[in-house]
């Protein structure tokens, strides 16, 4: 598939190595890194096909879900390689991204296109990735961990003058310490998790959202275009007055303690008035992803939020 480019100035800079340029901007040297791993991974995605970049790019562990999760190197392994470079070419440019002051701990998101050029041609899909990279060590290549994805009803109308935007970058950088115990991080951040779920099954998902969103928060959800701040998010659940329920699956955190992410199952069910008309059926069924950062106080909020629903 022809992808016509993003304007992006700030990673067109950066893809011709003027870091002085990103240090302007605030990006650190991780960010910059991530980003450009991203990058990296969209262009050999097009000139080397999905499952090629896929291989290349993701942790050995990493996975996406196909409905479920699913590790995504050995589910490519387990088919033949294509003899010829596949008809259908999945393109994607970052837009927003955040890492953790450690450095080992990043996500990326933005705009994807998936077009085919088979004899089918079928229609051209559009939607926004997310992905969670992670360092296999200290100093080392970033890999993905974790990728999802929502659709879009169309093109976003911003594509023709997108640009890139990173979180608030904290400095300076936190290496871990030799006292950081990586697994009661994650067993803290996997507890909550589970009270922001208790909190969303019993007060509702609007009310459990406003306490555990963060002040930089996005909501992905399929068919709408991402929400990407607390008021738009607040909005659109407001409407859904949904009581949501589920179980977390895994948890973990940065070696500096300010990122992390959980994923796991969860189910929307209506509530109030819809739940009456309804007879509380069952709204969905699937999977979440969360990504977390540490506010000023020290307690964990929400940054992203997306789903994966489960074929009906």
Do not use: C
């Amino acid at each position: 598939m022809n992808r016509t480019p993003f304007i992006l100035p700030a990673l067109l800079l950066l893809a011709f190595g003027l870091a002085a340029y990103a240090q302007q901007l605030g990006y650190t040297p991780a960010l910059v890194s991530l980003v450009e791993a991203e990058r990296a991974f969209s262009r050999a995605s097009v000139e080397r096909g999905v499952r090629e970049s896929f291989l290349a790019f993701f942790a050995d562990d990493g996975i996406n879900f196909q409905p479920h999760p699913t590790n995504t190197r050995e589910a490519f392994l387990k088919r033949p390689a294509p003899a010829t470079h596949p008809p259908v070419t999945l393109y994607w440019e970052p837009v927003f991204a955040d890492v953790s002051r450690a450095g080992d701990l990043g996500y990326t998101t933005g705009p994807y296109r998936l077009s085919d050029q088979s004899a089918e041609r079928r229609p051209t899909q559009h939607g926004y990735y997310f992905s969670i990279w992670k360092r296999q060590q200290p100093g080392g290549a970033w890999k993905v961990a974790v990728d999802v994805g929502i659709q879009t009803p169309a093109p976003d109308a911003a594509e023709r003058a997108i640009r890139f935007q990173a979180a608030p970058q904290p400095s300076p950088a936190k290496t871990t310490n030799a006292n950081f115990d990586l697994e009661r991080a994650r067993a803290t951040l996997l507890q909550t998790d589970r009270d922001f779920i208790s909190a969303a099954s019993t007060r509702g998902a609007l009310k459990a959202f406003q306490t555990y969103l963060g002040t930089e928060a996005r909501l992905h959800r399929n068919d709408i275009f991402p929400l990407t701040t607390r008021d738009a998010i607040r909005e659109y659940l407001s409407r859904k007055r949904s009581l949501l329920s589920g179980e977390p699956m895994k948890a973990d955190v940065a070696g500096s303690d300010d990122l992390g992410y959980t994923y796991g199952t969860y189910e929307l069910r209506e509530s109030g008035a819809q739940a009456v008309t309804t007879g509380t059926a069952t709204a969905e069924k699937g999977y979440y992803v969360r990504v977390w950062r540490r506010d000023r106080s020290g307690n964990w909020k929400i940054a992203l939020d997306t789903t994966h629903p489960l074929p009906q």
